[in-house]
């Protein structure tokens, strides 16, 4: 179980994965060794389960990035979920519970890239393609 000086520690690397032991201590109050033990029982414990980065894919050439909610047809969960890994265009997917089984989000070059993905789509099932229009979520105060 997690206490509030590991509350800190994850908060601050949220903020920035990439911060030593030093400046999460001096964030926090803690010594460089106290912030190292502490994560590593977090790893150890899964409770932190890895570190990532964020990507900017309008800058990698990807200019849409879209939610699709998929009704899968009766039979497809097993076919779709061995397949979607080698669709190179998820980059989140779960499965969830009210009419559509699948909530996923996509990045694509353009409508041209969306249509050809939603066709693959459409063998398994039922979807619904939202656009992002922007991303709010550092715009939130926590």
Do not use: C
């Not at 879209?66 to 890994?85: A, R």
């Amino acid at each position: 179980m997690a206490d509030q000086l590991d509350l800190k520690i994850i908060n601050a690397l949220i903020k920035n994965s990439k911060a030593s032991y030093v400046e999460l201590g001096n964030t926090i109050g803690l010594s460089p060794s106290s912030v190292r033990e502490r994560i590593k029982k977090m790893e150890d414990e899964a409770i932190i389960k890895k570190y990532g980065i964020t990507l900017d894919y309008a800058k990698l050439g990807y200019g849409l990035e879209v939610f699709i909610m998929l009704k899968l047809h009766s039979g497809k969960l097993d076919p779709f979920t061995k397949e979607w890994n080698s669709l190179s265009e998820i980059k989140e997917i779960y499965r969830v519970t009210g009419n559509y089984n699948i909530f996923l989000k996509a990045i694509l070059v353009d409508q041209i890239h969306l249509q050809k993905f939603i066709d693959q789509l459409i063998s398994y099932g039922e979807p619904t393609t939202h656009l992002i229009l922007s991303d709010l979520t550092n715009t939130i105060d926590k």
